[in-house]
């Protein structure tokens, strides 16, 4: 799944819903159909739980923005993490 555009987790962050731009199947380690508007959701100690596959350092890099600027005069705060891409099991994915 890629590029996140909507995102809810309830206030005491247990229940969470995602929806992205686009998703790939994978299928024999590769990328195959393509999936257009897809959502993932689940439980939130469930789903880190079922964490199983992390990528390495080459695979590591900047996501979000990287800072936001808000204030007279300009202040700047480093808002963007660092992640590679990580494998998760048993995740229930939809279409809109």
Known sequence: MDTNQSWSIDDKRVNFQFGCEIAWRIKDGRLTN???????????????????????????????????????????????????????RNVRVGVR
Do not use: L
């Not at 439980?43 to 890099?61: M, N």
């Not at 700047?76 to 590679?84: F, K």
């Open 34 to 88: 393509v999936y257009r508007n897809p959502t993932y959701t689940g439980i939130t100690t469930e789903f880190w739980g079922s964490c199983d596959a992390v990528g390495g350092p080459d695979a590591w890099t900047v996501w979000g923005t990287p800072n936001c600027g808000k204030g007279q005069p300009m202040q700047v705060a480093r808002v963007g993490h660092g992640t590679p891409p990580a494998r998760f």
